[in-house]
């Protein structure tokens, strides 16, 4: 753990506690969560680490195997941001065209179980967000204002 904030054991134990997960020595510092969040909240980050987990991948086989149709600008970003932060490996071999290849680092990969325990989180919980998306869905207009 980093100074400035202390980490509640497990989240089961700070909400019996009443506690929160992360406690900041100031509201404005934040410990440097929102950062990292920011990063992994993206639209874009966490489909290219779960792409990257299974090996070392080209550009375009990249591109090709992040779902929902990622323009090259946007891969482009997403990898140098995750370049940035430590999480991925970036090779340029010299070549005519240059061949660049993306791999995940010892960092990147410890993420990977995290991501997976948040897939298995959504596949269990997704009938009950279903349900309750319905059941918002159908109250009155004048129920869900405000």
């Known amino acids: 753990m980093s100074a400035g904030h202390t980490a509640v054991t497990t989240p089961r134990a700070a909400v ?6 992360i406690r900041c020595e100031t509201p404005q510092d934040e410990c440097g969560v929102r950062d990292v969040l920011d990063r992994l909240g ?3 980050s966490v489909y290219v680490v779960v792409e990257l987990a299974s090996g070392v991948l080209r550009f375009k086989e990249l591109q090709r195997r992040v779902h929902g149709g990622i323009s090259q600008r946007m891969l482009t ?5 995750l370049e940035r932060d430590g999480l991925v ?3 340029v071999y010299p070549t005519i065209p240059p061949q660049v290849e993306y791999e995940l680092t010892e960092m990147g990969h410890s993420l990977t179980h995290l991501v997976k ?3 298995d989180w ?6 009950a967000i279903a349900e309750a ?3 918002y869905d159908a109250r009155p207009a004048e129920d869900v204002r405000t």
């Open 16 to 21: 019996a506690a009443g506690e929160p997960v």
């Open 42 to 44: 993206d639209k874009w």
């Open 77 to 81: 970003l997403t990898v140098r941001r």
């Open 89 to 91: 490996k970036r090779t």
């Open 117 to 119: 325990s948040l897939a």
């Open 122 to 127: 959504s596949i269990a919980h997704r009938p």
């Open 133 to 135: 998306r319905e059941a």
